[in-house]
């Protein structure tokens, strides 16, 4: 039980550093936009990274609570 305490602080941590870096790159995006070095369309993948990075995260978030749960049952189980 310790163990998904541990593992949830971690997942939860490392969210709020994704939200961090997420502000980050846009700032970065709108510099570059500024600057004429590309589009805000050409920067787009940058974005969509950090956001699949945070649904990763949060995932993984989701999967620290209910690893109790989960450990009690067999993988049959949860196919079914």
């Not at 305490?5 to 846009?26: D, F, G, P, R």
């Not at 956001?51 to 009690?72: D, I, N, S, W, Y």
Request: hydrophobic content about 45%; some cysteine; charged content about 25%.
């Amino acid at each position: 039980m310790v163990g998904c305490v541990l593992q949830w602080e971690n997942h939860a941590k490392s969210l709020k550093l994704e939200e961090q870096t997420l502000a980050k790159i846009k700032s970065r995006i709108e510099d570059k936009v500024m600057k004429n070095s590309g589009t805000w369309i050409d920067w787009q993948y940058l974005l969509k990274a950090a956001e699949l990075l945070m649904k990763v995260h949060l995932t993984c978030l989701a999967r620290a609570v209910f690893k109790p749960q989960l450990g009690k049952m067999s993988r049959l189980d949860v196919l079914a």
